[in-house]
């Protein structure tokens, strides 16, 4: 059972677009949601991540939006750039000791046409 | 800075052989993972260690199994390899306790493929 649904599984933007992938979890549980960025032949690194506190958090040009009641999450990428063409894992963990213990969507790959 | 060191870098090997990956982190960080990636599933994780001398399973332990001597090293081994273990192996650490942000640090991986 996949504990967190990512969508789309591709996606294609020009370059300055809005690059936009969804996420979805079921347990309630979850109380701390990261996005990881994965570039070819390398491992994924932390992006941005936010708890079920807030409901938006932005670094850079890199937004989170999160809606609690829906149990939906999203990333938005701004004025998209080819440097960011990458996979792109939405993950769901709860705090404290099994903060590490990650459960990760199935990973987005973005194209990000110049 | 090295992080995490991984080896091998990528394996071929036969089914039914015995195959340990490594994995070393210079962080001091308490808390070690393995995650596994297939394509079209994401990373799943396959045994995760709190501190030296306790192992835990993740989502997928079957048919692998991890030792947490000291700190830095977090070996997994494939007792006898299956070809549904053909995937890309990452190991990874982070920091837990009060500090704790969850940042999970990657190493950048073992391709294994067994035949």
């Known amino acids: 059972q996949q504990q967190v649904k990512q969508s789309p599984q591709s996606l294609i933007v020009q370059k300055g677009g809005i690059s936009i992938i969804n996420c979805a979890y079921e347990?309630?549980?979850?109380?701390?949601f990261p996005w990881y960025q994965q570039f070819p032949g390398k491992g994924p690194a932390l992006l941005i991540a936010?708890?079920?506190?807030?409901s938006e958090k932005k670094e850079g040009r890199f937004t989170i939006s999160f809606n609690k009641s829906a149990k939906q999450f999203s990333l938005h990428i701004m004025d998209s750039q080819p440097g960011d063409s990458a996979t792109y894992f939405c993950?769901?963990?709860?705090?404290?000791?099994?903060?590490?213990?990650?459960?990760f969507g199935r990973g987005t790959q973005l194209t990000v046409w110049p | 800075i090295a992080g995490i060191t991984q080896a091998p870098t990528s394996q071929i090997l036969a089914a039914g052989r015995r195959m340990t990956l490594r994995c070393t982190q210079d962080?001091?960080?308490?808390?070690m993972y393995w995650y596994r990636q297939d394509l079209g599933l994401g990373l799943r994780l396959i045994h995760y260690?709190?501190?030296?001398?306790?192992?835990g399973k993740g989502e997928v332990p079957d048919g692998y199994s991890v030792s947490r001597a000291n700190t830095d090293d977090f070996p997994l081994t494939l007792a006898s390899a299956v070809p549904s273990q053909t995937s890309v192996y990452f190991c990874?650490?982070?920091?837990?306790?009060?500090?704790?942000?969850?940042?999970?640090?990657f190493g950048e991986g073992s391709r294994l493929t067994v035949l």
């Open positions: 990874a650490s982070s920091e837990i306790g009060n500090l704790n942000t969850g940042e999970l640090f």
């Open positions: 347990n309630t549980a979850f109380d701390y």
């Open positions: 936010i708890r079920p506190d807030v």
């Open positions: 993950a769901a963990g709860r705090r404290g000791s099994t903060l590490g213990r990650l459960y």
């Open positions: 962080m001091r960080h308490n808390a």
């Open positions: 260690s709190n501190t030296a001398g306790t192992t």
